[in-house]
């Protein structure tokens, strides 16, 4: 498969706790993206980092890359009900102009 | 805000009919995309276009044919519809053709059925 993989296909936390999802990948990449998708609507850009680049912070998002390992993480510190979605990772890769995602991680926050 | 708006959120067709799904993007981009999204197979690229009258296949194009004749408006043509094609159908629009740091903004989404 040309897809990414995410890791855990769910989660199922308390409200206020940390939630960490995982993405890995095949092949040398421009930049990996994270979105967010409410149940049954589109998908909403949360954060982009290069592939120059180890970390990154948004708000109560936080992401890592490790191009040597291929893989990624999104951090969603002292999570919310509203927090509740699948997120998908995604990756531009070198030479090409298309995203492609991975199958997503469906994350529940328990009030 | 980038406005992506599909022409509608559910529709349901029988087999062999030809369908049409719209897509408008009120931002200029030139990039838009279709995708579809099926369980445990994440979001798969059917086409793209990088500008006005142009078109590349995305991974499953098989099936289906876009058109481009605005700019702001990116339709998926289903030629005659399979029960296969059930899906959730997702728009989006990205600025600039060489700009690979850019996001993709979405619409909100077409659950197509057919009988």
């Known amino acids: 498969s040309q897809q990414g993989e995410e890791d855990p296909q769910a989660l199922s936390i308390q409200e206020g706790e940390n939630a960490t999802m995982n993405c890995s990948y095949k092949t040398s990449i421009n930049n990996l993206q994270w979105y967010r998708q409410n149940s049954g609507r589109g998908l909403v850009h949360l954060i982009l980092i290069r592939s120059n680049e180890r970390e990154k912070h948004s708000g109560r998002l936080r992401v890592t890359l490790d191009t040597s390992k291929k893989s990624s993480s999104l951090l969603i510190t002292a999570s919310r009900a509203a927090d509740t979605a699948s997120y998908f990772c995604a990756t531009v890769w070198k030479g090409a102009q298309k995203l492609v995602f991975g199958q997503g991680t469906r994350l529940t926050i328990n009030p | 805000d980038v406005k992506v708006t599909q022409s509608s959120r559910y529709l349901v067709k029988r087999t062999g009919e030809k369908v049409f799904l719209e897509c408008v993007q009120d931002?200029?981009?030139?990039?838009m995309f279709w995708y579809r999204q099926d369980p445990g197979l994440g979001l798969r690229l059917i086409y793209f276009s990088y500008d006005v009258k142009m078109k590349e296949k995305g991974d499953i194009p098989e099936g289906y044919s876009v058109s481009r004749e605005k700019k702001e408006r990116f339709s998926l043509i289903l030629e005659s519809a399979s029960t296969n094609q059930t899906s959730m159908y997702l728009c989006a629009s990205r600025e600039l053709r060489d700009s690979k740091d850019n996001e993709q903004f979405f619409g909100p989404g077409t659950r197509l059925t057919v009988l």
């Open positions: 931002m200029d981009h030139e990039n």
